[in-house]
């Protein structure tokens, strides 16, 4: 994908769900998009790093080294980084309020956008039932998962010398399944209950592959999907107004919110 000549500066960015150390990390696209779009505040919102598959055996070309040195990069010309560890990369959480250089570690944060919205920053796997309370279901569905990604991978491989873009087997299917649909559901309805109970006005989260960003439960709902299956992030500008960057999909227009005129006309 050929990328835009000038890069994009925004207030905030959020990246999730990149899994470094599988084979399914679309690293090659998530440089692309780190040349042309640099923000203030960087958090990377958990799963960055697959701990889990890197325990079963090792993984980790060239361009996966890349994307940490991009980071890195980027902490030490000005940006803000925040790392809030997931499921994959539990193994962080024991550093938690620690900084590694550039990089903070927390668990949580209470961001606030620059039109005054409080947004709670979680990764979301503390939501997850099943990560919770049976993990050997979480590693089974991991193995499936990875499986399904295999097949994906090969899928693309024909697909690109066919001429056609990234397309995601995973994504469509979890989608046309009536009990992901209503996992995605119970999921951002717990996460904005959550934020609600700490008294912020909004969440940004990862963990379930499935960018979104929305105010259908009557609080602002914001997740960023993955850089497995989606390739999306969450960029924030400097009015505080939001959007969806699909990296698959430059052609598109953007996934945002109103503008703050519009919502002041509303």
Request: aromatic share 12%; glycine share 8%; hydrophobic share 40%.
């Amino acid at each position: 994908m050929s990328a835009p000549s000038e890069s994009k500066m925004f207030r905030t960015m959020f990246l999730s769900d990149i899994h470094l150390g599988t084979r399914g990390c679309q690293a090659e696209l998530l440089l692309d998009f780190l040349r042309t779009h640099d923000a203030e505040t960087i958090f990377l919102v958990g799963d960055i790093i697959d701990g889990w598959r890197l325990k079963r055996s090792w993984y980790w070309p060239q361009a996966h080294n890349d994307v940490v040195q991009k980071i890195l990069r980027k902490g030490r010309k000005g940006s803000r980084i925040i790392y809030l560890p997931g499921n994959h990369d539990e193994f962080l959480r024991d550093y938690l309020g620690s900084h590694f250089g550039v990089v903070e570690l927390v668990d949580t944060f209470v961001h606030e956008t620059a039109d005054g919205r409080r947004l709670l920053v979680i990764h979301g796997d503390q939501f997850d039932v099943v990560v919770r309370h049976a993990k050997w279901l979480a590693f089974f569905g991991d193995w499936a998962y990875t499986t399904a990604l295999g097949v994906n991978t090969w899928l693309n491989i024909a697909r690109r010398k066919l001429g056609f873009p990234y397309w995601s087997l995973s994504a469509w299917a979890k989608l046309k399944v009536k009990n992901a649909v209503n996992f995605i559901g119970s999921f951002e309805q717990a996460l904005t209950q959550e934020a609600r109970r700490v008294g912020a006005d909004g969440v940004v989260c990862g963990h379930i592959h499935h960018a979104a960003l929305h105010d259908k439960f009557g609080i602002r709902y914001v997740n960023t999907g993955d850089w497995v299956e989606s390739c999306t992030a969450i960029v924030e500008h400097h009015d505080g107004r939001m959007e969806i960057v699909n990296w698959t999909r430059p052609s598109e227009a953007p996934a945002s919110e109103p503008t703050t005129e519009a919502r002041a006309a509303a």
